[in-house]
């Protein structure tokens, strides 16, 4: 069992984000309604606020998936990661204002603050995020272990427990609950998404293989190519996994990569 102090480090950074992104939010909320302190309290404020919130938001969590899906873009193409990353965020911020502007509000784009003032900021955010997110990443792929999450909080019948990272060799989700996968070959709750687990062992030995499954290299005891370039897995007999679990062909040269890295 670890002591509470090794989870701080990745709970102050999550608070950190979110905060970061609130805050965010609320530049594009004063650029768009040409105010940084002195908002009216009123009801379309609130709806305001609540809709920046959703846009700055989704766009981080959009971002991240594109992020993600840019590693697996042949090697000729790589530096269109970037800029596809940015057309597309781009795109779904026009098309999200598009929706709440015309449809819900009955106002024409154009006579907004949208295209002259918060979209080219906006494009600068962008821009930011694809350059300094994995400069971020790289920084904190080198840090020591002894800086990182030590210990996950697992249940234990009505038991909570902090599992060592060491002895992790994987998680899982069934039944849209997510499992730790220990060494011992048991399946332990815990209250934390695949998504988030990913984010924050990238650069520790895991690799996010489908939506179901975030695995150790230690857990893969060998694997071949079947059908439609899939990847089939066979898991080391301590893991505690389906009996079939496939790298789609999409993901199969990032897994290579990172496998072989």
């Known amino acids: 069992m670890q002591p509470l102090h090794f989870l701080l480090e990745s709970e102050y950074r999550k608070y950190f984000k979110a905060c970061t992104l609130v805050l965010t939010a609320y530049f594009f ?8 302190l002195s908002f009216h309290s009123s009801q379309d404020a609130a709806i305001n606020f609540a809709f920046t919130l959703l846009c700055v938001f989704s766009n981080w969590r959009l971002f991240k998936k594109l992020h993600r899906l840019s590693s697996s873009i042949p090697r000729p193409w790589k530096i269109m990661g970037p800029v596809i990353q940015v057309m597309a965020l781009v795109m779904y911020t026009y098309v999200l204002n598009w929706i709440y502007i015309e449809l819900l509000w ?19 955010l962008f821009i930011g ?10 920084i904190a792929a080198k840090e020591p272990l002894n800086a ?15 599992y060592p990272i060491e002895d992790t060799l994987g998680f899982l989700v069934e039944n849209k609950l997510v499992f730790l996968l220990s060494k011992e070959g048991h399946r332990l709750m815990i209250d934390r998404s695949l998504s988030d687990l990913e984010t924050e062992l990238e650069g520790l030995g895991y690799f996010r293989i489908n939506r179901q499954m975030l695995v150790n290299r230690d857990a893969i005891k060998s694997f071949q190519t079947v059908e439609n370039e899939r990847i089939k897995l066979t898991f080391i007999e301590d893991v505690a996994a389906p009996g079939a679990c496939h790298v789609s062909r999409y993901k199969a040269p990032a897994f290579r990569q990172w496998l072989n890295g």
């Not at 995020?129 to 790289?138: K, N, Q």
């Open 148 to 162: 990182k999450i030590k210990a996950f909080e697992v249940k234990r019948g009505r038991q909570t427990e902090f």
């Open 29 to 36: 909320l004063g650029i768009s309604e040409g105010a940084f």
């Open 129 to 138: 995020w694809v350059l300094g997110y994995p400069l971020l990443s790289g």
């Open 106 to 124: 009955q106002e024409a784009l154009r006579n907004t603050a949208f295209f002259p003032v918060v979209l080219p900021m906006a494009i600068l």
